[in-house]
């Protein structure tokens, strides 16, 4: 018999890794910066002992993983705190820019001695949300955006209301206790109305009380008077009918001329 040709192993061993290599590059992730194509690809061929040939003709069925890696990290986007969030502000640094009048307000909010402000600084397109104790800038708070500004303002808002609480309560106390003074005096004022009206009276019953009493008085004289008249002049008419009695008997009866 002939012997056919004898296949070589390092062959087919290149062969398998170009192979794989060529697969493993095709779908590689897009982070992964792959070679050029015309750049001479270089292998290491492993060393092949005799001890290690395969007995048979055919290659190897696994081989060793190719590994690969990324020639430069991936880039993570950092998120930058730019102007967007909140700083503090120096309170001179509010103060003056009151006083140069360039400061627009936005928004404001006032509870007794507490008030908030949102105020806006056109030339540098900044935010000052500020809190105030009666009139005097107290804390400040500065941002790039509207977005950071208003929830600073809201809380500014939130703490002058629950500052001024303890205020409120006070002045509606205050009210309550001079409104319950002003009805106790007009109660006693009234009061003491109703006691005079009632000495008044008292004084006034005991006056007329006399005064019945004396007309009671008066009318009984006068009463016993009108019945003494009275007796007298039926008296008197018995008289006079008597003495016309006695006059008109002296007449004497003259015939008459008829």
């Known amino acids: 018999m002939i012997a056919g040709p004898k296949k070589d192993p390092q062959g087919a061993i290149v062969k398998s890794l170009l192979s794989r290599r060529g697969s493993l590059l095709d779908n590689a992730p897009s982070f992964l910066v792959r070679q050029k194509a015309h750049s001479p690809v270089r292998f290491v061929v492993p060393e092949i002992h005799a001890e290690n040939e395969p007995e048979d003709d055919e290659a190897p069925a696994t081989h060793a993983s190719t590994r690969v890696t990324p020639l430069r990290p991936a880039a993570v986007p950092v998120q930058q705190s730019g102007k967007q969030g909140l700083q503090a502000a120096q309170l001179t640094e509010v103060d003056w820019l009151l006083q140069q009048g360039v400061l627009s307000t936005f928004r404001t909010f006032q509870s007794f001695g507490y008030s908030a402000?949102?105020?806006?600084?056109?030339?540098?397109?900044?935010?000052?949300?500020?809190?105030?104790?009666?009139?005097?800038?107290?804390?400040?708070?500065?941002?790039?955006?509207?977005?950071?500004?208003?929830?600073?303002?809201?809380?500014?808002?939130?703490?002058?209301?629950?500052?001024?609480?303890a205020e409120m309560r006070r002045a509606h106390l205050e009210a309550q206790n001079e409104q319950f003074s002003r009805l106790i005096a007009e109660s006693e004022a009234q009061i003491?109305?109703?006691?005079?009206?009632?000495?008044r009276g008292g004084d006034h019953d005991q006056e007329v009380a006399l005064k019945q009493q004396e007309v009671r008085k008066a009318l009984a004289q006068l009463e016993g008077r009108r019945a003494a008249a009275q007796a007298q002049l039926n008296k008197l008419r018995r008289q006079l009918h008597q003495l016309e009695s006695t006059v008109n008997e002296s007449v004497p009866h003259l015939p008459s001329l008829r």
């Open 117 to 165: 402000s949102l105020l806006f600084y056109p030339r540098d397109l900044v935010y000052y949300a500020v809190l105030y104790h009666e009139g005097a800038i107290w804390r400040v708070l500065k941002a790039g955006d509207i977005d950071a500004a208003e929830p600073a303002f809201r809380h500014y808002v939130e703490q002058a209301m629950r500052l001024a609480d």
């Open 192 to 199: 003491e109305r109703v006691r005079v009206d009632l000495n």
